[in-house]
């Protein structure tokens, strides 16, 4: 019984959908949790997750900025929370378990374990260098020529901007996580980052703005994380904070990992230990 995770299977294009195509659990009785960035049309979403859904034990997922984005292209028009709610009410449908949903507890190997799945967004706290403020450091982005597309397809409605949906999810998810057990350790689920250490190696620094928020920075020690899993980065690793493993479990682009001397990452064992990847 293992519990896998993966990310950012990004499946509109095709050589994506043909490694999502191929994934497989190792025994029926594993688990896959999905961090985000699946797809941007709602029905390649559905359709993603109803794939793995069918194949794994159970499939734990949280959104990333692509499935919330509106394309012109999608039938599905529903905006911001609204669409985010109508996300969750069909994947619901599917057997999926999301941010609105009750934690499942993984009872395998290198359990118990509280699977927390959290949809937090990001507030402009990530910020460039020598900046004090989200204006100051959209001018030093916009400047740079690095601007994220969620500026233009992520809507907050019916928030008046992004930070403010952010400090709700922020709100929201505290007073879940606050009635955990706590005699039981959590396996923390977020598509962004929940540290801006990650950030640092960024190609493009800018682009950490659009990356997460300085509010979850000790969570992974205030919930008794044994790991914390994420993606959004496209850089798959893990880094080591206060004795707690970060995991990038990215898929990314073809591009992307065409171009590493490596297989493409699949999916990552977070249970039991040790680590690794297949």
């Known amino acids: ?37 699946v797809a941007e049309i709602f029905d ?14 159970k499939v734990v997922w949280t959104p990333g900025n692509h499935e919330l984005w509106t394309p012109p292209k999608d039938p599905v028009q529903l905006r911001g929370e609204e669409r985010y709610l109508h996300l969750v009410r069909t994947l619901r449908g599917l057997g999926v378990v999301t941010p609105e949903d ?33 204006e100051e ?33 922020l709100a ?27 950030t640092r190696i960024l190609r493009y620094p800018e682009f950490a703005l659009w990356c997460g928020t300085e509010a979850t920075a000790d969570w992974h020690v205030r919930y008794r994380a044994t790991t914390v899993v994420y993606g959004h980065l496209h850089i798959p690793r893990t880094i080591d904070c ?20 490596v297989a493409p990452p699949g999916l990552c064992r977070i249970l039991p230990g040790p680590e690794r990847r297949r």
């Open 242 to 261: 206060d004795g707690v493993p970060h995991r990038e479990v990215s898929l990314g682009y073809p591009r992307e990992w065409r171009s590493r001397p």
């Open 172 to 198: 929201y998810t505290r007073s879940r996580l606050d009635r955990i057990d706590p005699a039981l350790p959590t396996v923390l689920v977020n598509h962004f980052p929940l540290v801006r250490e990650p």
């Open 102 to 134: 009750p934690y499942p507890v993984w009872q395998g190997a290198g359990g118990p374990a509280v699977i927390a799945p959290l949809f937090v967004l990001y507030d402009y706290t990530f910020r460039p260098e020598g900046t004090y403020t989200k």
């Open 44 to 57: 390649d979403i559905v359709w993603a997750l109803g794939t793995l859904n069918d194949r794994f034990a």
């Open 1 to 37: 019984m293992n519990l896998f995770a993966i990310s950012d299977l990004h499946v509109r294009h095709a050589a994506n959908r043909d490694i999502v195509e191929g994934l497989r659990p190792d025994s029926d009785d594993d688990w896959l949790v999905v961090a985000g960035d």
């Open 137 to 169: 450091a959209l001018g030093v982005a916009h400047a740079a020529g690095v601007v994220a597309t969620d500026e233009y397809l992520l809507h907050p409605d019916p928030y008046p901007g992004r930070e403010a949906w952010c400090r709700a999810r």
